[in-house]
């Protein structure tokens, strides 16, 4: 007994000292952030921010890319550096520190498109949205209207994105250390991360091989479908699966390859809640409400506008939006709020002391060791806080005269305790509450602004909320994923303000991308915007009240409202048998004003992953991944391309169309 005890302590004393050698061998954090991975970021962040823009501009809804942007850092380097080595120049090693920093700035870069609001409030301000709304309606003022503008945009980015980066700065060891939130999406990051470095290269070579195949499918696939595309409707887009007649309600295979990978990131519980809320809207309600013209709306409206069946489609959906935003921010807030509490009443000290040295592994000892060491000084994230609410208690009531200085300021006053709020609710739950934070705040300025200048200022007000909170949960997010990969928080703050920088820019640059090259905002085109009328709705609804609401809309929302609170309340109080089921309200409201064609697509992507993981779990935990990326990104760059093409006014020369014999 003696003698195995001895081994359990010499097997201890050698597996600390490995640790202390490799903490030792760890690189300064100046070169943790290298001039390739900074290249690599940049590249990785734009065809990132190109992607998510696609997405939030045709059905509103983007799968977290964390985890595809880590696996992409990973395939850039180790392929530069082996075509390197092959040419017989010497290169530094690629670590997964190093990994960390480029997967951080790519990251910070287009989650930036994700959600700077260009799907959603700043295009929300446009004309073709106000006239969509209803010239008429009440509320809907003549002057609450800002088009988009490259310089302006920029501008309000920079500002309202790097406060986040400052407001949490004195916080970081609180959240990471001593309360030791778990930020699920962080650590599965950071798990990635540490696999891709201690696997072989045999599995490496499989992944960047399968991410390259899919990768030039997909680029192929995008480019010959361009031919068929001449006018509207036409191309394999619109191929009428289910025939004509489920065509006509959107039921069709959209033969989109970034919906399909798109699928395969996302989990099955998101793709079914998307594919049930398709088939209840334009299944079954959106015919019967349709059917009623007449009765419930004059006959004579079209069907664009918000007092006919597009009132339905958008309140109802905001309905759905609301209640399960309103049910899990009142949930997170509990969790939250019981979490301090219980961390805050005394307990015996000896005790406490006791069993942190027993529970304390030396992995996290020298994880901890390395997060505090780096320290990043508590002036940076003062002063920067400061200095970026003063410029824009200055500057945004000048950009946006209808947001008075003073609500601005209150903003800034609030939003440390409502970051704070959102990144400890995120460490527990990993549900980022950012937009329903922005959502309080747009009714909030909504009421208080009055009729004339209500909807500019509940939408500029709400995308400084909202993104303040954003930008400081995704930073803390990557704190964590630096702490399990031991990469430098300093090195990590400087990526994520780069990544954030250049977010700034080529996020605007995206967006008009599409915005001069595609009818952006066109309810009958492929980019629908649909968020920023929904958004645009919200605000009109806190000017005037339901007084917006078409006939029967109220009660309709009554019930959807109610529905999306049980379908929760089912879920975290019943046996976990029967809450898995329960679908999520959040994205069953996505293909109500959409339609049902990405939802069919990415249901196909889930079978695909249901019947990998049937065949061979091992495999498809692997690959996935990497036939995801590959998946996205091919189509994706070929969107670059294809806008360039109709810059040009160069149209593809054949349309294919189905029409009924």
């Known amino acids: 007994m003696e003698t195995e005890l001895k081994e359990i302590e010499k097997e201890d004393k050698e ?9 030792k061998r760890l690189p300064p954090w100046t070169k943790q952030i290298t001039v390739r991975g900074v290249i690599a970021s940049i590249v990785i962040g734009s065809m990132y921010s190109v992607i998510a823009m696609k997405l939030n501009l045709t059905v509103g809804l983007t799968p977290n890319l964390n985890i595809s942007a880590a696996l992409l850092a990973f395939v850039f380097i180790r392929t530069w550096t082996k075509l390197l080595h092959k040419t017989g120049f010497v290169t530094t090693p690629f670590t997964r520190q190093e990994n960390t920093m480029i997967q951080t700035c790519s990251v910070a870069c287009y989650s930036i498109a994700v959600g700077g609001g260009f799907g959603s409030y700043l295009v929300g301000l446009n004309r073709k949205t106000y006239e969509l709304a209803g010239i008429d309606t009440e509320g809907n003022s003549p002057t609450s209207i800002k088009e988009p503008g490259l310089g302006w945009m920029i501008g309000f980015l920079f500002l309202v994105c790097f406060v986040g980066l400052f407001v949490l700065i004195p916080l970081r060891k609180v959240m990471i250390i001593d309360y030791r939130l778990t930020y699920p999406s962080g650590t599965a990051t950071a798990v990635l991360i540490n696999g891709f470095h201690s696997q072989g290269d045999k599995l490496a070579k499989k992944q960047v091989r399968g991410f ?25 887009a619109q191929f009428p699966t289910f025939g004509l007649q489920a065509w006509k309600q959107t039921f069709y295979f959209n033969f989109s390859m970034t919906y399909v990978g798109t699928g395969m990131i996302c989990s099955h519980l998101v793709n079914l809640s998307l594919l049930l809320g398709a088939v209840l809207s334009w299944g079954l309600m959106w015919p019967l409400i349709g059917s ?24 109802i959906s905001v309905s759905l939006i609301l209640g399960d935003g309103l ?3 009142v949930k997170v807030l509990y969790f939250s709020i019981t979490s301090i509490y219980g961390r805050l009443k005394p307990q015996r000290q000896n005790l406490k002391i006791d069993v942190d040295g027993q529970s304390k592994a030396i992995d996290d000892l020298k994880q901890d060791e390395v997060f505090i060491r780096e320290n990043i000084p508590l002036w940076i994230g003062v002063t920067g806080y400061i200095v970026f609410a003063i410029i824009s208690v200055t500057v945004l009531p000048i950009m946006f005269p209808q947001l008075r200085w003073y609500f601005v300021l209150v903003a800034y006053i609030m939003a440390p305790s409502l970051a704070f709020c959102n990144a400890y609710g995120t460490g527990l739950t990993d549900i980022n509450m950012a937009y329903n934070y922005g959502k309080v705040a747009l009714f909030m300025l909504a009421a208080l602004s009055g009729k004339e200048n209500g909807v500019v200022a509940a939408l500029a007000g709400c995308g400084i909320i909202k993104s303040v909170a954003s930008v400081s949960c995704n930073l803390m997010q990557d704190f964590k994923t630096s702490y399990f990969t ?30 001069r090259a595609f009818d952006v905002g066109n309810p009958k085109g492929e980019y629908k915007a649909p968020y ?11 000017v005037e009240g339901v007084a917006a609401l078409p006939r029967h809309c109220l009660q309709l929302c009554y019930s959807f409202f109610a529905f999306a609170v049980v379908v929760n309340m089912v879920k975290d109080l019943c046996p976990p048998k029967i809450g898995r089921w329960m679908p999520l309200p959040m994205c069953m409201a996505v293909p109500f004003l959409v339609g049902a064609y990405f939802a069919i697509d990415m249901c196909l992507g889930t079978l695909v992953v249901f019947v990998w993981h049937k065949l061979d779990t091992n495999k498809a935990e692997s690959m996935v991944p990497a036939v995801a990326s590959g998946l996205i990104c091919g189509e994706g760059l070929w969107i670059l391309p294809a806008s360039i093409l109709a810059l040009a006014k160069i149209s593809p020369p054949i349309c294919m169309k189905f029409l009924a014999s």
């Open 15 to 23: 597996v600390q000292s490995e640790k202390a050698e490799e903490t």
């Open 212 to 236: 390259m195949k899919f990768f030039s499918m997909s680029f192929l696939w995008g480019f010959f479908q361009w031919f068929f595309t001449g006018k509207e409707e036409c191309g394999f």
């Open 292 to 315: 009623l013209k007449g009765e419930w709306f004059p006959r004579n409206l079209p069907d664009s506008s918000m007092k006919s069946l597009n009132g339905y489609k958008v309140f």
């Open 327 to 329: 049910y899990n921010f």
């Open 486 to 515: 031991m990469a430098s928080p300093r090195a990590m703050f400087l990526s994520q303000a780069i990544g954030t920088a250049i977010g700034c820019i080529t996020a605007p640059l995206s967006f008009f991308l599409f915005y």
């Open 532 to 542: 920023a009328l929904i958004y645009r709705n919200m605000a009109i609804l806190g």
